[in-house]
């Protein structure tokens, strides 16, 4: 897949996970189990686009009003625009890289509109999260509501704790001792070319370092590891 046909999927996705009830990542497999042309390497990238979009939403929305680079029929912010403001504020993107991205070329998403082209050239070089008038419920990524419970519980940690909540959270898995050995385990999972590292605190568990697909590893499929809390 080019950059641009990234970029479309990942459009895409989200659209998808807007309409859908379901988990953002089951949403996520189901779209490339139809699409097997897909290579590993693009997976991963659209996936991560995805989940930084959804990680950043509240402050790419604010930028997107701030700018009023939105159509005037709508005040709701499409994934287009988000994946537009994403480029500019997180990845630097100049508004031409933009425009180069959304080329209307096979797989790409289509050109952009005038206000979309504002939108670009609005945000180009602006910081994604440091801004004198962003409400910290923006900043830090968690509903305007939950505000005053939040500081109650948190005090003047809430700043850490909600920039902690709003990683990635790591996969830790577990041997499942019933089906196989530590050695086992770990002899599958490297012969499937997954990222991990041991756990520190139990002999028992692996750490995974990518975004591997659990359901298309034949340690997990078998059995041999389970799904686990940190360890």
């Not at 693009?42 to 939403?57: G, I, P, S």
């Not at 939108?119 to 968690?142: C, I, K, N, T």
């Not at 041997?175 to 490297?190: D, F, I, M, Q």
Request: hydrophobic share 40%; net charge neutral; glycine share 6%.
């Amino acid at each position: 897949m080019t950059p641009g046909a990234r970029i479309a999927a990942a459009i895409d996705c989200l659209d998808a996970i807007a309409k859908e009830v379901r988990p953002a990542d089951a949403v996520l497999e189901s779209y490339f189990r139809k699409r097997r042309y897909a290579g590993s390497k693009d997976r991963k990238a659209v996936q991560a686009r995805v989940y930084d979009v959804l990680r950043r939403r509240a402050r790419l929305d604010w930028w997107c009003a701030r700018t009023g680079a939105t159509p005037s029929d709508s005040s709701r912010v499409e994934n287009r625009s988000r994946l537009i403001a994403d480029l500019a504020l997180s990845d630097k993107e100049t508004p031409t890289g933009i425009s180069a991205l959304f080329s209307g070329n096979r797989h790409c998403p289509p050109p952009l509109s005038s206000y979309e082209m504002d939108l670009a050239q609005a945000l180009a070089g602006r910081p994604l999260s440091h801004h004198s008038d962003m409400p910290d419920a923006v900043r830090l990524e968690y509903p305007e509501w939950l505000d005053a419970g939040l500081r109650s519980v948190f005090g003047p940690d809430l700043e850490p704790e909600m920039i902690a909540l709003n990683q990635q959270a790591p996969v830790d898995l577990r041997t499942n001792t019933v089906k196989a050995t530590w050695e086992e385990a770990n002899a599958s999972l490297e012969a499937a070319l997954v990222e991990f590292e041991p756990t520190s605190l139990s002999p028992l568990g692996f750490r995974l370092s990518g975004h591997a697909r659990l359901g298309g590893l034949p340690a997990y499929r078998d059995g041999l590891v389970e799904i686990q809390g940190h360890l």
